[in-house]
T-cell receptor, first 114, second 113 residues
Framework: NAGVTQTPKFQVLKTGQSMTLQCAQDMNHEYMSWYRQDPGMGLRLIHYSVGAGITDQGEVPNGYNVSRSTTEDFPLRLLSAAPSQTSVYFC?????????????FGPGTRLTVL | RKEVEQDPGPFNVPEGATVAFNCTYSNSASQSFFWYRQDCRKEPKLLMSVYSSGNEDGRFTAQLNRASQYISLLIRDSKLSDSATYLCVVRPLGLGGYNKLIFGAGTRLAVHP
């Protein structure tokens, strides 16, 4: 199993550009999430999905869109990039809530917005 | 006030030392607690869950104090490979059946020879 994969690993955008961060998992997990990690702050939830066709907002959803057309894929779209979106983005997946609820993270995408 | 607070460190300790980290959380209705480990420029990985009665996994011991709303992680006989950032993670009472995890900013540990 590849686990959770993310592409690209690095990306530089100009303000106003749009792009999609890709995330895929091969563990048949129902739950998938997108987080961003900034210096001095914990990971913050952007959007999440509890299954194909079902998504919801997390703590910091503004400026981002998601969709979940399949169990495996959960892309994150930046609509019009801003310097404040410079961050490291992690995708994660997990089994249905079981009490332990280990999150499996992808390797991250380092995004810089100029 | 942050929902989950940790001392950022760094904690610089020699090999073989015992080191402890604390973490406080603000939501008294929090249901589950975890420690994740994050190596430099890598993704977080689950280190261990924290149970009400405390639990141990090899050299690692986790404790929960619900009355004071803090969690601790004790590492005995530190190894160079323990150098990493340790993230305290709390799951509030579930909303809509989904567990939204709240992450602390992490405590950095550096173990030196």
């Amino acid at each position: 199993n590849a686990g959770v994969t993310q592409t690209p690993k690095f990306q530089v955008l100009k303000t106003g550009q749009s792009m999609t961060l890709q995330c895929a998992q091969d563990m048949n997990h129902e739950y998938m999430s997108w987080y961003r990690q900034d210096p001095g702050m914990g990971l913050r939830l952007i959007h999440y999905s509890v299954g194909a066709g079902i998504t919801d907002q997390g703590e910091v959803p503004n400026g981002y869109n998601v969709s979940r057309s399949t169990t495996e894929d959960f892309p994150l779209r930046l609509l019009s990039a801003a310097p404040s979106q410079t961050s490291v983005y992690f995708c994660a997946s997990s089994y249905k809530p079981s009490g332990v609820n280990e999150q499996f993270f992808g390797p991250g995408t380092r995004l810089t917005v100029l | 006030r942050k929902e989950v607070e940790q001392d950022p460190g760094p904690f610089n300790v020699p090999e073989g030392a015992t080191v402890a980290f604390n973490c406080t959380y603000s939501n008294s209705a929090s249901q589950s607690f975890f420690w994740y480990r994050q190596d430099c420029r890598k993704e977080p990985k689950l280190l261990m869950s924290v149970y009400s009665s405390g639990n141990e996994d090899g050299r690692f011991t986790a404790q929960l104090n619900r009355a004071s709303q803090y969690i601790s992680l004790l590492i005995r006989d530190s190894k160079l490979s323990d150098s990493a950032t340790y993230l305290c993670v709390v799951r509030p009472l579930g909303l809509g059946g989904y567990n939204k995890l709240i992450f602390g900013a992490g405590t950095r540990l550096a173990v030196h020879p």
